[in-house]
Nanobody
Framework: QVRLKESGGGSVQAGESLKLSCVVSEDIYKSFCKAWIRQVAGKDHEGIGGIDRAGRLIRVDALKDRFTIYADNIQNTLFLQMTDLKPEDSAMYYC??????????????????WGQGTLVTVSS
């Protein structure tokens, strides 16, 4: 059973937009923080933001002007709308569930369950 399923990645030019979607199984959606992280090969993952266990939206300061996170609580779906994409945004983007917190402008995520990931490639 797939518990987190992302879609919407792809290859774009710098300045363009992409929207990622993550359908979350109901048991996870109700119980855990649901967040977007991204990872470049060989580096630690970077927390982008999500909905914490209390239902609060949390976002990393560095990306909040370009990246918007929102959720559809009826469809148990988490979205990541990315605008003005830059080559440095190229990464594998994962929807994860677990613990998360916002501290010092950053999002700290401890994933317990991962989606399969979706690749975003931004060309200059």
């Amino acid at each position: 059973q797939v518990r987190l399923k992302e879609s919407g990645g792809g290859s774009v030019q710098a300045g363009e937009s992409l929207k990622l979607s993550c359908v979350v199984s109901e048991d996870i959606y109700k119980s855990f923080c649901k967040a977007w992280i991204r990872q470049v090969a060989g580096k630690d993952h970077e927390g982008i933001g999500g909905i914490d266990r209390a239902g609060r939206l949390i976002r990393v300061d560095a990306l909040k002007d370009r990246f918007t996170i929102y959720a559809d609580n009826i469809q148990n779906t988490l979205f990541l709308q990315m605008t003005d994409l830059k080559p440095e945004d190229s990464a594998m983007y994962y929807c994860v569930a677990g613990d998360c917190a916002r501290k010092d402008g950053k999002i700290h995520v401890t994933p317990e369950t991962w989606g399969q990931g979706t690749l975003v490639t931004v060309s200059s």
